[in-house]
């Protein structure tokens, strides 16, 4: 079982930046694909971001790619996303996910068997 716990969020100036963090605790987080999903009131929790095992490979989201990078540090069970440039309509509350079964990263959600328990971020414009 793993759980994972995010941290970060806040409210910000459109144009800024935030950082958010995900620690996690259990067995094997170093062989997880891990994943940064986002939501919107009355929207769909759509995908952000994802990271390799190792962290050599990483999936992003047409609408924050060049803004946003995830990174993981796998000897403190964290991963990280790194959110630049920040727009209006990144508001949302970000979830740190596990795909403890997967070898290729995948952006859908019902692939993430584990979930936090979400952070908020809004921008102001």
């Known amino acids: 079982q793993v759980q994972l716990a995010e941290s970060g969020g806040g409210l910000v100036q459109a144009g800024g930046s935030l950082k958010l963090s995900c620690v996690a605790s259990?067995?094997?987080?170093?062989?997880?694909?891990m994943g940064w999903f986002r939501q919107a009131p009355g929207k769909e929790r759509d995908f952000v971001a994802a990271?390799?095992?190792?962290?050599?490979?990483?999936n992003y989201a047409d609408s924050v790619k060049g803004r946003f990078t995830i990174s993981r540090d796998n000897a403190k069970n964290t991963v990280y996303l790194q959110m630049n440039s920040l727009k209006p309509e990144d508001t949302a509350v970000y979830y740190c996910?596990?795909?403890?079964?997967?070898?290729?990263?995948?952006?859908?959600?019902?692939?993430?068997?584990?979930w936090g328990q979400g952070t908020q971020v809004t921008v102001s414009s």
């Open positions: 996910a596990a795909d403890a079964s997967a070898l290729i990263i995948r952006s859908i959600p019902r692939h993430y068997e584990y």
């Open positions: 259990g067995p094997s987080f170093s062989r997880n694909i």
């Open positions: 990271i390799s095992w190792v962290g050599t490979t990483t």
